[in-house]
């Protein structure tokens, strides 16, 4: 099992950027692939971004161009850079982690999750 716990969440406005941090134990991320979600009030949890153990990145249309996924390997972390952030993007943001190789934007493929924190974006 791997346990994840994200950092870095709060408030900012429109057009802002957070750093986002989703520090592992328990195992190490060296082989896994780490990604991102996030989850508004009523709405499904939503693809972000992921990164492979390869470093290979893949990025939701809407994000790609203004967020950046990185991990340290040497640190068992992974971020999320957000830029010019946008009142829409306000969610619950999770970080979680899996084994697979396969092409997926699916939650429900991703077998660890950690507890999310928030981003609010707003004036």
């Known amino acids: 099992q791997v346990q994840l716990v994200e950092s870095g969440g709060g408030s900012v406005q429109p057009g802002g950027s957070l750093r986002l941090s989703c520090a592992a134990s328990?195992?190490?991320?060296?082989?896994?692939?780490m990604g991102w979600f996030r989850q508004a009030p009523g709405k499904e949890r939503e693809f972000v971004s992921y990164?492979?153990?390869?470093?290979?990145?893949v990025y939701a249309d809407s994000v790609l161009g203004r967020f950046s996924i990185s991990r340290d390997n040497g640190k068992n972390t992974v971020y999320l850079q957000m830029n010019r952030l946008k009142p829409e993007e306000t969610a619950v943001y999770y970080c979680?982690?899996?084994?697979?190789?396969?092409?997926?934007?699916?939650?429900?493929?991703?077998?660890?999750w950690g507890q999310g924190t928030q981003v609010t974006v707003s004036s």
């Open positions: 979680t982690a899996d084994q697979s190789n396969r092409a997926t934007r699916r939650a429900t493929d991703f077998g660890s």
């Open positions: 990164i492979s153990a390869g470093h290979r990145t």
């Open positions: 328990g195992r190490t991320i060296l082989t896994y692939r």
